[in-house]
């Protein structure tokens, strides 16, 4: 019986050790993985504005005065879709974002700047710079 003990023991306090560890939480916060999220945008738009030969995002998309617009703040409403961002034109999805909808909403300044907000309308900015 007294070499049962110590294995008992031994069973008991790894599984206390293994359950403990079984219930933390693997998810990241959300600030994390709107964080994750908006540098995941932003290397988009970096590589797309490279691969272009863009130094800015100031003109339209096909360089025609009636192109497609690129979606910056003042413009209107934020996006998701990343099959019309940062224009109907210059897309990231495909090629440069891995999803073609992300969960939070961007828009993109002339000069790259990226912004993520909570809804289209902007009523809530995320990881302002």
Sequence with gaps: MKKAL???LLLVLSMGVLSAGSCRSTEMPPESLRAA??????AGIEALMQEKGLADLSKYADGTPTGAPVRTYEAGEATNDMTIFPSTVWHLYPGYSRLPTWECYYTVEN????RQFGDAAKTVEYNAE
């Design 6 to 8: 110590p294995i008992l």
């Design 37 to 42: 999220e908006k540098v995941s945008v932003e």
């Design 111 to 114: 000069d790259g700047t990226v």
